[in-house]
């Protein structure tokens, strides 16, 4: 499996060389506690001080909004987007998910319990805190912001950690009317201008994150493997911006992951895994031509089973013949209810997506397997016969809830399934990772940055302030 793996990384992608062979779809309407991180070398230390400054956060062809920076010391633009999340800000704009977008929060007040440590690490490895190493979304406006934070796990303010990250953050706006506007007209352009005036003839510089393959920002460039200690199975993960959680979810329950570039050929090397799986991204899935041409592949090839979240839920539709829609405002919240129409049951579910499945255009070997009950949209989709679905929520779920962490259990009962039907038809069989492989793979992702790394306006999370250990209770 190793001389296979770095054969494959050693030359051109695969989909460049048979790109004469993919027929490229018109885009429809519609992101161990012996785990010893690889040491990547750090970008240089150039974050910009927390400003106070005048700021002004424009929606395109929409209200203007003044208020003051308590971030970095910069403008940027992108597509805004609100979240009605009580809690769990620092997991959210480290979710990949939310690249390329100014992030809005309803809740009146932000950033009170801090920002924690960025090099924390749990007993797999993983990042404790966070689902990225980096700060992903583009901006960050809040109503009211808490600069005296107070928590035993804190390291810096929510300002200190946007200004480190190089990330632009605006407070005294009313987020009300930012909210009730993205939801008559849907989500738009948007920038924040920081020390200056807003000017109109600016409107060209808005960016579209819609057109850009935000996948490929945020996938790994190459392999990476993350062992578990129970060592149950071996799952093959599809890196389209994958947060720890999801990770996590697989090694805790015994599952060793070897996480793959979003675009790379998995078909050819699926028979020494025991599952697939396909994680959440940024953006448009129509961009991801190439995965879903070699999720087609492996349809056709292997009954391996597979479990798509998000983005990798809308994968699954494109890949089966299904077309995706771009929703108005999309859904991100920690308390959207979903139907389950297998049992009947709802669930409240964590959601950050502004894509969708048209249920409509599944195939008859398909069915609508979870539907939202605020909005009627598609929630998730199962093939009739084979151990393969998808949820467009996220049953990982960090910031809580966690009524839908089932579907993991569902999804590993599949794997070990098709392992003990495989090591019957091969008992020679051994998908296990080997000690070479282990070794030489990296345990994080590679080759990731960030938009504000790229122009060097980040402080990197090692220069971070260590959260001092918590007092102990007295007896």
């Known amino acids: 499996m190793f001389g296979q793996l770095v054969k494959q990384s050693t030359r051109k992608p695969f989909y460049a060389a048979c790109s004469s062979r993919v027929q490229v779809q018109k885009r429809c309407l519609a992101t161990v506690e012996t785990n010893t991180p690889r040491q990547m070398r750090p970008p240089k230390p150039r974050g910009t001080p927390v400003t106070h400054e005048r700021a002004t956060f424009t929606i395109k062809d929409g209200p203007i909004f003044h208020g003051r920076s308590f971030g970095a010391n910069k403008n940027v633009s992108g597509e805004a987007v609100f979240t009605t999340s009580l809690v769990g800000y620092p997991e959210s704009l480290t979710d990949p998910s939310y690249r390329g977008q100014i992030l809005a929060f309803t809740q009146p007040l932000l950033g009170n319990y801090g920002v924690p440590s960025a090099t924390a690490r749990d007993e797999y490895g993983l990042l404790k805190y966070f689902e990225s190493p980096y700060l992903q979304a583009a901006g960050v406006v809040v109503a009211d912001v808490a600069e005296q934070y107070s928590h035993w796990t804190a390291v810096e303010s929510l300002g200190e950690w946007c200004a480190r990250e190089g990330v632009p953050a605006i407070t005294g706006v009313d987020t009300r009317a930012i909210v009730t506007f993205l939801r008559e007209q849907g989500s738009s352009l948007a920038r924040i201008t920081v020390g200056e005036e807003y000017d109109q003839d600016e409107d060209e510089a808005y960016v579209d994150p819609e057109g850009i393959n935000l996948v ?260």
């Open 216 to 475: 490929r920002k945020v996938s790994t460039k190459a392999p990476f493997h993350v062992s578990s200690p129970q060592d149950l199975g071996h799952v093959a993960l599809i890196d389209c911006g994958a947060k720890e959680n999801i990770i996590r979810s697989l090694v805790s329950r015994g599952m060793s992951v070897t996480a793959f570039p979003y675009d790379y050929p998995i078909h050819k090397v699926s028979q020494h895994f025991d599952g697939i799986f396909i994680s959440n991204g940024p953006g448009d899935p129509t961009h991801c031509q190439e995965t879903v041409y070699h999720l087609q592949r492996l349809m056709e090839s292997s009954q391996i089973p597979v479990m798509g979240i998000c983005l990798g839920h809308q994968l699954l539709a494109l890949c089966c013949g299904a077309r995706t829609i771009k929703m108005t405002y999309g859904n991100r919240a920690h308390n959207i209810p979903v139907l389950d129409l297998s049992t009947g049951k709802c669930h409240i579910t964590s959601q950050n997506h502004g894509y969708a499945v048209d249920a409509s255009s599944l195939p008859s070997d398909w069915k609508e397997y979870f539907v939202n009950l605020n909005d009627g949209s598609n929630e998730g989709i199962s093939h009739t016969s084979r151990p393969i679905f998808g949820t467009q929520f996220h049953p990982e779920a960090k910031g809580g809830p966690e009524d839908s962490s089932f579907l993991f259990e569902i999804y590993l009962d599949n794997v070990r399934r098709y392992k003990l039907t495989q090591e019957k038809l091969q008992p020679l069989r051994d998908n296990k990772p080997s000690p070479l492989l282990q070794d030489l793979l990296a345990k994080e992702r590679v080759g990731v940055e960030t938009d504000a790394m790229k122009s060097g306006q980040v402080i990197p999370p090692q220069a971070q302030p260590q959260a001092a250990a918590p007092i102990a209770a007295a007896a």
